[in-house]
């Protein structure tokens, strides 16, 4: 079947623009999860889904960010007025049930790029 | 910070040695996994051990938890060219099942 997607592949985007990420979770899975990668380093917590709800959003690095889900199915990542320290891969990812006890299926993530 | 961390940061070994990485972590956990990740992709689920288990084979895999230790570690036995990979632990925290949290990682290069 198919596997988590996310979209688009690749941003270029200038210091100041708004971004909007999106991921498409496999279908049935009632969790969703957002990482950031910077270059090299591990994934950043960002904020973990329920259904629609967001019980976590303590990784989320500022008010510039936001997430919302929609119909407990596709996400997305706002960021707002970029700058050049978002530059990262945003990974996405869900799970059918509770994420300690399943294993998360990844998206091949957002390549973001702020100039 | 709550982030595990996993030790080395880069391993490079021959073709057909064995690979041993670690991860540590914090605090109190439910369980630990193990995921891989090839250059720019996703991470891919490897192995779940639970803590009250000590170790877990799956085909060339052997993972133990040491919870008194809070230390994990990944085997990975005959290595080939296709292991190489970042390897990376999460886990949940106790009473916390749904908030999972990943290391940095090993880079593992596997030489032919």
């Known amino acids: 079947g198919a596997g988590v997607s996310q979209s688009p592949s690749n941003k270029v985007t200038e210091k100041g623009k708004d971004v909007e990420l999106r991921c498409d979770p496999i279908?049935?899975?009632?969790?969703l999860y957002w990482y950031r990668q910077s270059l090299g380093q591990g994934l950043e917590f960002l904020i973990y889904?329920?259904?629609?709800?967001?019980?976590?959003k303590s990784g989320l690095p500022s008010d510039r960010f936001s997430a919302e889900r929609t119909g407990g199915s596709v996400s997305t990542l706002t960021i707002q007025r970029t700058q050049q320290e978002d530059s990262a891969v945003y990974l996405c990812?869900?799970?059918?049930?509770?994420?300690?006890?399943?294993?998360?299926?990844f998206g091949n993530g957002t390549r973001l790029t702020v100039t | 910070s709550q982030q595990g961390e996993e030790d080395p940061q880069a391993l490079s070994i021959q073709e057909g040695e064995n690979a041993t990485m670690n991860c540590s972590y914090k605090?109190?956990?439910?369980?630990l996994q193990w995921y891989r990740q090839n250059s720019g992709r996703g991470l891919v689920h490897l192995i779940l051990?639970?803590?009250?288990?000590r170790e877990k084979h799956s085909g060339r895999l052997r993972v133990t938890l040491d919870t008194s230790k809070k230390s994990s570690s990944l085997l990975i036995t005959a290595s080939r060219a296709a292991d190489t990979a970042s390897y990376f632990c999460?886990?949940?925290?106790?009473?916390?099942?749904?908030?999972?949290?990943f290391g940095k990682g090993t880079r593992l290069h596997i030489l032919p």
């Open positions: 051990i639970r803590s009250n288990e």
């Open positions: 889904f329920q259904g629609n709800s967001a019980p976590d």
């Open positions: 279908s049935g899975h009632t969790a």
């Open positions: 990812a869900s799970t059918e049930g509770v994420g300690g006890y399943s294993p998360l299926h």
């Open positions: 999460s886990h949940t925290f106790l009473n916390r099942d749904d908030k999972i949290i």
């Open positions: 605090t109190s956990i439910n369980n």
